[in-house]
């Protein structure tokens, strides 16, 4: 910092977050200098890295009074008294986009603000119909009794400043952010003239407000909103795992190999999934619990087999037909609880060597898989020669399957508490979906028959 100029932009912002308290740091990258601020939120702080572009904006911003919510891309301006969030359409494309902005009472800002129905009407001029890229506001009806204001809208000027929705690590240019399309332009949710400082309070009124209001939209008019998650939240997966077959140079070769049909099916599912966790979890999950009835019975199978190779067996014996028909009859009971069946799935399709391989191509999965990310979950730890790695692993599996579709309430195996969508943990989820893909892989490998031709 003694080597910048009084009249530095990050010297200055250095020197305003010493006197509210904020941590700041300024580091050197060789001849680039970079500055970094971290803000409240809630018992966490989100970081933040500034251009020198940015940083002489936050020199006329009052960025003292900002807290992030959450992990949502959400601020409570304490000095005005708003808390403003970047919103979303579940799904993409232009059905959904084009739904947000005709939802009835929205009023566009530019030229004249004229109100939908008139833009809308046969006579209107095609240059006055609300298009995306407008800037327009809803004024949302209030409730009796409530003491804030709801509004939808095109994102105000501050929350431009402090937003995350197109935050990356290491994004350093300022004309990036300069770009209307980019960051100009995107839908929020505010809430106006709230009566809350406190960070739990703010992300609280928040979620309640946007759960009941998003709610209701999607019902009356079909357009299914979400509040967007923090950039600086989500964290990219890695590379896939690819095993052996990862050489350099390996040419792509006919297929020799034919696949089930219906496991396929499922797990190409699973891979038009990626995003949606929970749902490409379950999807990989079903291709294994679709081989159940094979591996869950290949035991008793093997045993009825030998029984009736054995050279002192007597068809004319009941105490040998006996012996059969209890083996029989066992393969006839579900071949075993669930969790036994997906052991023998895994003990049937994946050696310990395969999974060693996999647990070890990824320097995050060991302490994802022997960790506490996610809760009543099985650990995975390759250390452990006292539990075999196949069952830890089958079991850390069931687990997490019986999270996604019990409740404490429905009475599943474990009572385990359900799995919720867009959580923490279920963002932590990427290394087990990679877990179950690629089980889901090796059983599909090893119920793989020849191509003919």
Not at 184 to 195: G, H, N
Request: hydrophobic share 35%; charged share 30%.
């Amino acid at each position: 910092m003694e080597d910048l100029e009084p009249s530095d932009p990050f010297r200055l912002i250095a020197e305003k977050c010493k006197e509210v308290g904020h941590e700041c740091e300024i580091t050197a990258r060789g001849a680039q200098v970079e500055l970094m601020i971290a803000f409240p939120n809630g018992r966490q702080k989100r970081w933040r890295r500034l251009s020198r572009d940015q940083a002489r904006l936050y020199l006329t911003s009052p960025f003292p009074q900002v807290t992030y919510l959450g992990d949502f891309d959400a601020c409570l301006f304490r000095d005005t008294r708003t808390i403003e969030a970047s919103i979303q359409t579940h799904g993409i494309g232009p059905r959904q986009e084009r739904g947000l902005i005709d939802i009835p009472g929205i009023r566009k800002l530019n030229d004249g603000q004229l109100p939908l129905d008139e833009e809308l009407s046969p006579d209107s001029e095609p240059g006055d119909r609300l298009r995306p890229g407008d800037d327009w506001v809803l004024d949302v009806e209030q409730a009796q009794g409530l003491s804030y204001g709801v509004e939808l809208g095109t994102v105000s000027e501050r929350f431009v400043d402090f937003t995350t929705r197109f935050y990356r690590p290491g994004m350093q240019r300022a004309s990036y952010y300069a770009r209307p399309q980019m960051r100009d332009k995107f839908p929020t949710l505010r809430l106006v003239d709230v009566d809350v400082t406190r960070h739990d309070e703010a992300l609280q009124l928040l979620t309640r407000v946007s759960d009941a209001l998003f709610f209701e939209t999607d019902v009356r008019f079909d357009v299914p909103l979400k509040l967007a998650t923090a950039r600086d939240r989500v964290r990219r997966r890695p590379r896939r795992f690819a095993g052996r077959s990862d050489v350099a140079g390996a040419a792509v070769r006919a297929p020799r190999t034919a696949y089930s049909e219906k496991p396929l099916s499922l797990y190409w599912y699973g891979r038009a999934s990626t995003g949606v966790p929970l749902l490409e979890f379950l999807a990989y999950y079903q291709v294994l619990e679709y081989y159940f009835p094979s591996y869950g019975r290949r035991d008793i199978l093997d045993k009825l087999r030998h029984e009736l190779r054995d050279p002192r067996f007597e068809i004319e014996d009941d105490a040998h037909l006996s012996r059969v028909l209890m083996l029989a009859s066992q393969a006839g009971k579900g071949f075993g609880s669930e969790r036994d069946q997906l052991k023998a799935t895994v003990k049937g399709c994946v050696t310990e060597g395969h999974l060693k391989e996999f647990l070890e191509s990824d320097a995050d999965f060991g302490d994802h898989f022997d960790g506490k990310a996610l809760k009543g979950v099985a650990r995975v730890d390759l250390k452990d020669r006292k539990n075999d790695l196949l069952n830890q692993v089958a079991n850390r599996v069931y687990d997490i399957r019986c999270r996604i579709v019990h409740t404490k309430e429905d009475g599943g195996e474990s009572a385990a508490e359900i799995l919720l969508p867009f959580s923490k943990e279920a963002d932590s989820l990427w290394p087990d979906v990679e877990l179950v893909k690629f089980l889901a892989q090796k059983c599909l490998v090893a119920g793989a028959s020849r191509l003919h031709g």
